[in-house]
């Protein structure tokens, strides 16, 4: 499998800042994304997601944007807080139908000083 | 509404041995997906059953197999276990067709010594 470093890029903001985690895909034929959070000792949560037909979505505080042309995600939350403080992957899936695995970036550690 | 579970948390193993680890998806999910996480790593996937049946697999040795069972729930087998097997190892479940989204369980910790 995809093998990674061990040591995952961080991003480092202060509470109440606004935070944007970026993550680059390969598969064109990609049509479906995920964002999750993952804490320490935690399986990976739900934030997120976007399909291929949209390029922008908003959650409680988060935002994805999708950019197709450049193979480009982004996450933006809004007035981080320390509880944000995790890992953060973006996942992808192409094909038709639900039944597919996810293909997983490599992660991004966001950490919240408070 | 229970979410995804796993069993054991911890899994203790030497080398040579197998192990076994077990999930329970979220109740009316029929698909049940296998991830191994190394420490410091991403997420490897591994398995992926639906209807009783494996419908893919990562690249993994066979060592590393499964099933699924008639209620949906499944079992993760790694036989002739290595040092580099110690991981976490999660489980996730989805709704069925057109429902991409996997929900997570909190993974079981497998440590091969």
């Known amino acids: 499998g995809e093998s990674v470093g061990l040591h995952l890029p961080t991003l480092s903001v202060q509470e109440g800042d606004n935070s944007i985690i970026n993550c680059a895909y390969s598969?064109?034929?990609?049509?479906?994304f995920i964002w999750y959070k993952q804490e320490s000792g935690k399986g990976p949560q739900f934030i997120i997601d976007i399909r291929s037909n949209m390029d922008k979505r908003q959650g409680q505080r988060v935002t994805v944007l999708l950019n197709k042309t450049v193979k480009h995600l982004s996450l933006q939350i809004a007035a981080t807080q320390p509880g944000d403080s995790a890992v953060y992957f973006c996942a992808e899936t192409a094909g038709v139908g639900g039944r597919r695995a996810l293909t997983f970036g490599s992660g991004t550690r966001l950490q919240v000083q408070p | 509404e229970a979410g995804v579970t796993q069993s054991p948390t911890h899994l203790i193993k030497t080398r040579g041995q197998q192990a076994t680890l077990r999930c329970s998806p979220i109740?009316?999910?029929?698909?049940v997906y296998w991830y191994q996480q190394a420490l410091g790593l991403g997420l490897q996937f591994l398995l992926w059953?639906?209807?009783?049946?494996?419908?893919n697999r990562g690249n993994f040795p066979p060592r590393f197999s499964g099933r699924q069972f008639p209620n949906y729930s499944s079992e993760l087998n790694v036989n002739a276990l290595e040092l580099e097997d110690s991981a976490l190892y999660l489980c996730?479940?989805?709704?069925?067709?057109?429902?991409?989204?996997?929900?997570f369980g909190p993974g079981t910790r497998l440590l091969v010594l």
């Open positions: 598969n064109s034929a990609s049509d479906y």
């Open positions: 109740s009316g999910h029929t698909s």
């Open positions: 996730a479940s989805s709704p069925g067709l057109g429902w991409e989204t996997q929900y």
């Open positions: 059953y639906d209807e009783g049946e494996e419908r």
